[in-house]
């Protein structure tokens, strides 16, 4: 059977997991709805996502400095509890996230954070991209809707895929955690610094 991209949507609203669990999940199930949201549950996602409202005031900040001294990188992840800050998988975590950001440059941690003027600029020069194809204009609108969303993923540190495991984003990478964990986790903020720039 085929995934749509509105059955990915509907158990997303259903569950409030990242798409690409979604779509695994119903991958994993034939495109039962029923069976994939049991299947998130089984896997913690479903419920740590539930503890977005919580409150993250613990974790920590880590600095990064790649080899040659070149780049570095702080970046905040916070947490619920010092236990969870301490875990070793939370360490990782972190650690890897600091390795992601160096490596991938993103602009900001999610969408919201990418300042609004490179985001005017972008859709700018994608929509003439697009007015070259002579196209209609609903369909203009698509093709940068669609350029947009490549942009999100390249740029934004929770879209990208990780550098260590190319089959999942970042996003992705801190689900599995706060099922892991159960608690709230949110990477909160971070500075990447280059040479000469």
């Known amino acids: 059977m085929e995934i749509t991209s509105a ?8 569950t409030n997991v990242g798409m690409m669990d979604c779509k695994k999940a ?17 896997k913690g996602l479903a419920k740590a996502m539930k503890r977005a409202g919580r409150e993250a ?36 975590f972190v650690k890897n996230v600091a390795l992601q950001i160096a490596a991938a440059n993103p602009l900001g941690v999610s969408a919201e954070d990418v300042p609004a003027e490179i985001i005017e600029r972008e859709r700018g020069i994608y929509l003439a991209q697009a007015q070259e194809s002579g196209k209609p204009q609903n369909i203009l609108e ?17 879209q990208q895929k990780f550098i260590r495991d190319p089959d999942k984003t970042i996003q992705d990478y801190l689900n599995e955690l706060i099922a892991k964990i159960g608690e709230k986790i949110e990477v909160r903020r971070f500075c990447r610094y280059q040479l000469g720039e």
Do not use: P, W
């Open 142 to 158: 698509k093709m940068v809707d669609g350029k947009m969303r490549k942009f999100y993923e390249e740029n934004t540190l929770l």
């Open 26 to 42: 119903l991958q994993d199930t034939s495109g039962d709805m029923e069976k994939a949201v049991d299947l998130l549950r089984q």
């Open 57 to 92: 005031t613990d974790g920590m900040v880590h600095s990064y400095i790649h080899s040659g001294g070149k780049i570095g990188v702080l970046v905040e992840v916070n947490c619920e509890t010092d236990f969870a800050a301490k875990s070793e998988d939370f360490v990782e």
């Open 7 to 14: 059955m990915v949507k509907e158990l997303r609203d259903r």
